[in-house]
């Protein structure tokens, strides 16, 4: 069984002062969850992070350095990574799936040509990190579908469409 965390907010925690106790005792998270038998760390990654200013949106910021940042750090205590692509540039669930500022307003052939592009620019950058990835997860949380509205899943008489478009 693989036993993993999500740690996505772990360097803007650590940065905003963030300490973690067990039972009064100051502790390093990552190195206690490794040594009690997570081996997997799942880092988020969002597109582009920023409003139209470059102000982050906070909740980990989860930018390509973020992410690289964070493998490294895995990496040396011993994890495996899991990257999930939201591909959006915030919080994707089942009740929204932002399209990322970047790719508005694009017919359907142009969103696969940017989310190809955008994935293989990604692998590429981690790569040459010598960051080496256990798994990729592909969206996150996308019963509902995901890019709405060109992926989003479709429901007429109970029957589920558009998976055509989601995939």
């Not at 996505?8 to 009690?36: F, M, Q, R």
């Not at 990729?136 to 589920?160: D, S």
Request: aromatic share 12%; hydrophobic share 35%.
């Amino acid at each position: 069984m693989i036993l993993g965390v999500d740690v996505s907010t772990y360097l803007e925690e650590i940065e905003k002062g963030a300490k973690y106790y067990d039972n009064g005792v100051l502790i390093n998270p990552l190195k206690d969850l490794h040594e009690n038998g997570v081996d997997c760390m799942r880092i988020r990654l969002w597109n582009n992070p920023y409003d139209e200013k470059g102000v982050p949106y906070l909740a980990g910021t989860c930018d390509l350095d973020n992410f690289l940042k964070l493998s490294h750090l895995a990496k040396s205590l011993g994890y495996g990574i899991l990257l999930d692509f939201h591909y959006s540039d915030f919080w994707a669930d089942p009740g929204k799936q932002m399209i990322p500022k970047a790719w508005r307003g694009f017919s359907l052939e142009q969103m696969v040509d940017a989310v190809y592009t955008y994935t293989k620019e990604t692998l590429q950058k981690i790569k040459a990190e010598g960051i080496t990835l256990d798994y990729i997860q592909i969206g996150n949380e996308i019963t509902n579908g995901i890019l709405w509205p060109i992926g989003r899943l479709t429901e007429k008489e109970g029957e589920r469409g558009n998976y055509s478009s989601l995939c």
